[in-house]
T-cell receptor
């Protein structure tokens, strides 16, 4: 069990650019979650996968956001045409059941 | 819709003093409830969870929480706080689309 790994840890990008984040869950976990956390706030749910199927998406996930989990292993979260309001910590978590997630350390995105 | 309220944005306690962090939830059925802790620049670590059964649950690092259905509360407690407990604490409810409160920042005075 090597934990949930997220890459990169930090990303600085110019407004309008596309960015992609990767999450590697704990290997035996079939559920994978993406959350966004802004300063001074709790994590906000974005989306989750059970195996390769994306089962729920928050309305926070605008059409500029897309998430994939090919083959039910790692997942990617892509943000197109980034805006300053996208600056946040993006957290990934995984679990075997529908509770008690294990979180990664997050990817901090800064849009300048 | 499920939601969580943490009424206290910031709490300061002296080292060795007792601690209680408040959490109120809104959920349509029997809730799954959690407390997480987050140190600066780190991910979230699960402290404890409640699904059913005994309403007093024990967690890691000496924390406990009590589920009170009549008050829709799930408050976190610790009898004696250590300086290393200084962090942000989040209460959460639900499963598969878990919702978090805004957090309570704990400062520990020497």
């Amino acid at each position: 069990d090597t934990g949930v790994s997220q890459d990169p840890r930090h990303k600085i990008t110019k407004r309008g650019q596309n960015v992609t984040f990767r999450c590697d869950p704990i290997s035996e976990h079939n559920r994978l979650y993406w959350y966004r956390q802004t300063l001074g706030q709790g994590p906000e749910f974005l989306t989750y996968f059970q195996n390769e199927a994306q089962l729920e998406k928050s309305r926070l996930l605008s059409d500029r956001f897309s998430a994939e989990r090919p083959k039910g292993s790692f997942s990617t979260l892509e943000i197109q045409r980034t805006e300053q309001g996208d600056s946040a910590m993006y957290l990934c978590a995984s679990s075997l059941e529908a509770w008690g997630y294990t979180f990664g350390s997050g990817t901090r995105l800064t849009v300048v | 819709a499920q939601s969580v309220t943490q009424p206290d944005i910031h709490i300061t306690v002296s080292e060795g003093a007792s601690l209680e962090l408040r959490c109120n939830y809104s959920y349509g059925a029997t809730p799954y409830l959690f407390w997480y802790v987050q140190s600066p620049g780190q991910g979230l670590q699960l402290l404890l969870k409640y699904f059913s059964g005994d309403t007093l649950v024990q967690g890691i690092k000496g924390f406990e929480a009590e589920f009170k259905r009549s008050q829709s509360s799930f408050n976190l407690r610790k009898p004696s706080v250590h300086w290393s407990d200084a962090a942000e604490y989040f209460c959460a409810v639900g499963a598969d689309d878990m919702r978090f409160g805004a957090g309570t920042r704990l400062t520990v005075k020497p």
